[in-house]
Nanobody, 124 residues
Framework: QVQLAESGGGLVHAGGPLRLSCAASGRAFSNYAMGWFRQAPGKEREFVAS????????YYADSVKGRFTISRDNAKSAAYLQMNNLKPEDTAVYYC?????????????????WGQGTQVTVSS
């Protein structure tokens, strides 16, 4: 079992930055690839970014490429999502997820554990 807890969400003006954190507890964090997903009201959950167990492989959704950066610190059992140049369309609940695999997936159904989510609201 892995427990995940997101933090760092909030209200930010368009163009501003925000950094999300995902704290993990339970089984060895380094055994899991990590992903960030988001869900806006009335929309399906969508992939944002993912990172391999070592951090050497990352994937991004086209909509966030160049603006968001995913990272992890295995010593701290934490993953992060640095979000820059935020846009109103980035408004959503953001979830971190863990997948017991080497290469991170972009498919939410393949992840094993999920956090409760943190709200990000970007005002125009």
């Amino acid at each position: 079992q892995v427990q995940l807890a997101e933090s760092g969400g909030g209200l930010v003006h368009a163009g501003g930055p925000l950094r999300l954190s995902c704290a993990a507890s339970g089984r060895a964090f380094s055994n899991y690839a990590m992903g960030w997903f988001r869900q806006a009201p009335g929309k399906e959950r969508e992939f944002v970014a993912s990172i391999s167990r070592s951090g050497g492989i990352t994937y991004y959704a086209d909509s966030v490429k160049g603006r968001f950066t995913i990272s992890r610190d295995n010593a701290k059992s934490a993953a992060y999502l640095q979000m820059n140049n935020l846009k109103p369309e980035d408004t959503a609940v953001y979830y971190c997820a863990a997948q017991r695999t080497t290469v991170p997936s972009t498919t939410s159904g393949l992840y094993d554990y999920w956090g409760q989510g943190t709200q990000v609201t970007v005002s125009s």
